[in-house]
């Protein structure tokens, strides 16, 4: 049974009413003091007890209140079996703490659901208040400009002043921004949005970065575009060889002695051999050319395997021997785990680490203390990532969205397909490779299987 407010109100003025009655009747009696002492000590503990019970449901509706605004209600909870002996306010307190708890537990689901979800995601998100402070920044964009934690767009100004000139722009659509970041090329896509929560005005920004979705695009329009160019300049290259060779051997079997011979002029006939062997030498050279750039069109699919990193970065390593010996270059080779392996075809990734290292000794050639190192880590993901970096002279901005361009080289002997066939063998492992550079300050290659 719930003993309710007013019944335990009434039973306390019904004991101090019996208590006046009995404490009038025996002042009014001869001899009986100790009583009166006894039933007045009684009235006083009455009227205080009663008084103090009165107070009590204020003293439990400020506690209430208060635990509402410090938004703590762990002291409204009590064991079902002491139901009984409870004030029904105090459980009416107890159910509107819940439903406030109820409301709370939701709104923090809520919130980690949303956190999760921006955490998961790979697009860059911020939200800004107007002084452009950053109330939220999830990991992609922390790893996107490369920095621990975004509070400010005062950050990204100076990281990457494009993007902070993209998001201040008036209009609210979508803008493609190309920007180096940490020496990285980047190509992003920025969206952004306004909207009021709690009467206050916020923006939230996307960044997706799409370079290896362009790089891709534009890789298989080369293709396309070689294919072309291969097919019509094998059919000019082959017959001017072909003919230029045919005439040189006829003019090969003329002898020099016996210039009588000879209806042309001999300082005609010299130029015409010149002039012969020029073409002849130029159309070798051009069908070179289509044969190189036809490797690039030639990668055939992989053949995967268990492959050990260790052992194929020090295999490469000792391919280069030679060239890092005369050069004098001082080399890191790490690997983590010790007995790290991928599932990939041995010979394309060899081929990829070895074109690399190349170009990294090219890039220390007039360093005074040249340096080139191979890391492969196994990430969180389950992801391996090799990297090979260098203290070399490193590439410029200008140059930085070139270098997967087929032909585009700065080796005076380079035929401008490394990368651009390392990027397509790492694109057939499922793969990608990026490139941070900054001039005079070294390159960094990273690939990603």
Not at 105 to 130: G, M, P, R
């Amino acid at each position: 049974m719930i003993y309710s407010y007013r019944f335990k109100i009434l039973w306390r003025i019904i004991i101090l009413g019996v208590s006046m009655f009995l404490f009038i009747y025996a002042i009014q009696q001869k001899q009986w003091y100790v009583t009166s002492i006894i039933l007045a000590i009684i009235i006083l503990a009455s009227i205080v007890e009663l008084i103090y019970f009165s107070e009590n449901w204020m003293r439990e509706f400020k506690k209430f209140l208060m635990s509402i605004k410090h938004r703590d209600f762990t002291g409204f909870y009590f064991d079902e079996k002491l139901k009984n002996s409870i004030p029904e306010y105090k459980f009416a307190f107890r159910e509107i703490s819940r439903e406030f708890q109820n409301v709370r537990i939701e709104k923090e689901l809520h919130f980690q659901y949303l956190q999760t979800l921006t955490h998961h995601i790979n697009i860059a998100l911020i939200c800004c208040k107007e002084n452009e402070s950053i109330q939220l920044a999830n990991p992609a964009a922390n790893e996107l400009f490369g920095v621990h934690q975004l509070r400010s767009l005062n950050q990204l100004k100076r990281i990457a002043p494009e993007l902070y000139a993209g998001i201040k722009s008036t209009p609210e659509k979508s803008q493609i921004i190309k920007v180096v970041i940490k020496g990285k090329l980047r190509q992003v896509i920025v969206d952004k949005s306004h909207f009021i929560l709690d009467r206050e005005p916020l923006m939230l920004v996307s960044f997706r970065d799409i370079k290896n979705e362009l790089e891709q695009n534009e890789l298989d329009s080369w293709k396309k575009l070689i294919q072309v160019l291969t097919h019509e300049i094998m059919n000019s290259a082959t017959p001017i060889s072909s003919l230029s060779k045919t005439t040189l051997e006829i003019l090969d079997n003329y002898d020099s002695e016996k210039k009588q011979n000879i209806l042309l002029e001999w300082d005609d006939f010299e130029d015409l051999y010149h002039s012969v062997a020029t073409i002849e030498n130029r159309g070798r050279g051009m069908l070179k050319f289509v044969e190189d750039y036809k490797n690039l069109m030639k990668i055939p699919q992989p053949k995967f395997e268990q492959v050990e990193i260790k052992s194929l970065i020090l295999y490469t390593r000792n391919l280069l021997s030679k060239q890092i010996e005369d050069r004098g270059i001082h080399t890191e080779l790490s690997v983590e785990p010790d007995d790290l392996t991928i599932d990939a075809d041995r010979d394309m990734v060899e081929r990829v680490i070895l074109n690399l290292m190349l170009n990294s000794i090219y890039a220390v050639e007039n360093e005074g203390t040249p340096k080139l190192s191979v890391t492969a880590i196994k990430t969180s993901n389950n992801q391996t990532r090799i990297r090979i970096s260098d203290n070399g002279k490193g590439i410029s901005k200008e140059n930085m969205d070139k270098i997967f361009v087929p032909f585009f080289t700065t080796r005076k002997n380079g035929s401008g397909l490394g990368l651009g066939i390392s990027r397509e063998i790492m694109r057939l492992h499922h793969g990608n490779i990026d490139v941070e550079s900054s001039e005079n300050m070294g390159t960094t290659i990273t690939l990603r299987i």
